[in-house]
């Protein structure tokens, strides 16, 4: 099941505001053009961004999730209508032969047993021709990046049209690793009221993921710095091994 912030229409509809700098997402359509990729499926879609831009640009995009509130977010946007969704994760993918595959931000780590991201990586290499690619980020462990994940650090407040102000922190709940749980906590100032969502996120060694890779039916062909977060994630550019 998705998390709340995803799955809740109230929170759903906060991910853009709260979010608004999404320059991270430049490095992935600058290599849509450098596999000269005309058709791309984003799994893990979320509120369409990335899915909106692309289309935008004139590529056939199909984005994929599993929230059917980040869905409803998206299907609003600018450019949605040259969009094909589909509420699912990987394995309602339908028989496809895209360019490329994405999964941006933290989607790849929404899987905490090997077997289900290796699973969910066997989904996106059928959905794939077989000189397409496919290309994900995880976070490098080594960094540690939950430690900044509390309140002194991410406290904010931002007012949102047709909202009101928001309050906005995280917390982290658990450290076991390679498993980091994690509490954002929404404060709307007009109820009142306070609104959670629990993460879960594993952190995978960078052979860790390799090893989910090869497992997929997928081989490893680079694996990349994101330049807008240096040194602190692994991008890997994978490809279809051969049947």
């Known amino acids: 099941m998705p998390d ?3 799955a809740d229409p109230r929170l759903a509809r906060l991910y853009d505001p709260l979010d608004p700098d999404r320059t991270d997402l430049d490095f992935y359509l600058a290599m849509v053009d450098e596999f000269d990729a005309r058709s791309v499926v984003d799994v893990g879609c979320g509120t369409g ?8 640009q004139g590529v056939d995009v199909i984005g994929a999730d599993p929230a059917g509130a980040s869905l409803e977010v998206a299907r609003g946007k600018r450019g949605a209508d040259r969009v094909r969704w589909i509420h699912g994760d990987s394995s309602v993918l339908p028989s496809l032969a895209v360019d490329l595959a994405t999964m941006t931000g933290n989607v790849a780590q929404v899987f905490l047993d090997d077997e289900a991201f290796s699973a969910a990586l066997g989904d996106v290499r059928r959905a794939i021709h077989p000189n397409g690619r496919v290309v994900f980020e995880v976070r490098d462990p080594g960094r ?3 430690r900044a994940w509390n309140r002194k650090e991410t406290y904010r407040r931002t007012d949102i049209r047709g909202t009101g102000v928001v309050a906005s922190w995280v917390d982290v709940l658990d450290v076991s690793l390679p498993f ?5 906590t929404y404060r709307f100032d007009g109820s009142g009221e306070a609104v959670t969502s629990d993460s879960t996120l594993r952190f995978r060694s960078r052979d860790e993921v390799e090893h989910c890779v090869a ?13 807008d977060r240096p ?11 051969p049947d």
């Open 49 to 56: 961004t990335f899915a909106c831009l692309l289309a935008d």
């Open 4 to 6: 709340p912030i995803f």
């Open 144 to 146: 540690k990046a939950w």
């Open 215 to 227: 497992r997929s039916g997928l081989v490893v062909d680079d694996v990349r710095d994101a330049p």
């Open 231 to 241: 040194g602190l994630e692994f991008v890997f550019v994978c490809s279809r091994a």
């Open 180 to 184: 980091v749980t994690f509490r954002w």
